[in-house]
């Protein structure tokens, strides 16, 4: 089983900075199986991007996603209020199964 | 637009059943895989298994031993039985839409708390 590992645990920055989350993955992955999610608390996740580096319907533009083989990183170009959440990436696997990092919390600093 | 609605008791005795069902409204439950996902407290998500609307099902392995989802056409739900529960299932379990296409997972529903405790 591949295992998605995120770092930082929490990322502190202020509205207006430049956010870079990192999704390792302990044996390559599929570019094209390869997704982020935001969520808030109270509320379901949300999906950002797919396929690493495809923003999904209605994603502003300052979400950005890149990367492949093991090293995927999501970046939010300049951090807005709405944007301090948790997320994850999350990958669906040769043995047809999906697996979620464990999250990175984008707080306002 | 399609929208998912997770149902079920909210507590649920240690070692009984836990059983959610998810209904699809806005759109048609077929064509497209259907994913149960859970969230313990202040944790990260855990996919607990999908069906597709033909009745195909992958399990986490994980929990394939004590879980079964299975499919209603005819109403336009899915659902999700969890066996022996324990404390450590305690969990919002969250129904989603697969989308293939873009290999995620692009619709949730809300959530739904399941304590369990005596």
């Known amino acids: 089983e591949i295992v998605l590992t995120q770092s930082p645990g929490t990322l502190s920055l202020s509205p207006g900075e430049r956010a870079t989350l990192s999704c390792r993955a302990s044996?390559?992955?599929?570019?094209?199986?390869l997704a982020w999610y935001q969520q808030k608390p109270g509320q379901a996740p949300r999906l950002l991007i797919y396929?690493?580096?495809n923003r999904a319907t209605g994603i502003p533009d300052r979400f950005s996603g890149s990367g492949s083989g093991t090293d995927f990183t999501l970046s939010i170009s300049r951090l807005e209020p709405e944007d301090f959440a948790v997320y994850y990436c999350?990958?669906?696997?040769?043995?047809?199964?999906?697996?979620f990092g464990q999250g990175t919390k984008v707080e306002i600093k | 637009q399609v929208q998912l609605q997770e149902s079920g008791p909210g507590l649920v005795k240690p070692s009984e059943t836990l059983s959610l069902t998810c209904t699809v409204s806005?759109?048609?439950?077929?064509?497209?895989?259907w994913s149960w996902i859970r969230q313990s407290p202040g944790k990260g998500l855990e996919w607990i298994g999908y069906?597709?609307?033909?009745?195909?099902?992958k399990y986490n392995p994980s929990l394939k031993s004590r879980v079964t989802i299975s499919v209603d056409t005819s109403k336009n739900q899915f659902s999700l039985k969890l066996s022996s529960v324990t404390a450590a299932d305690t969990a919002v379990y969250y129904c989603?839409?697969?989308?293939?296409?873009?290999?995620?997972?692009?619709?949730w529903g809300q959530g739904t708390l399941v304590t369990v405790s005596s």
């Open positions: 989603a839409r697969e989308n293939r296409f873009f290999v995620a997972f692009d619709i």
């Open positions: 396929g690493a580096s």
């Open positions: 806005g759109g048609s439950i077929s064509s497209y895989y």
């Open positions: 044996q390559n992955v599929s570019s094209s199986y």
């Open positions: 069906i597709y609307y033909s009745g195909n099902t």
């Open positions: 999350q990958q669906y696997g040769s043995s047809l199964t999906w697996t």
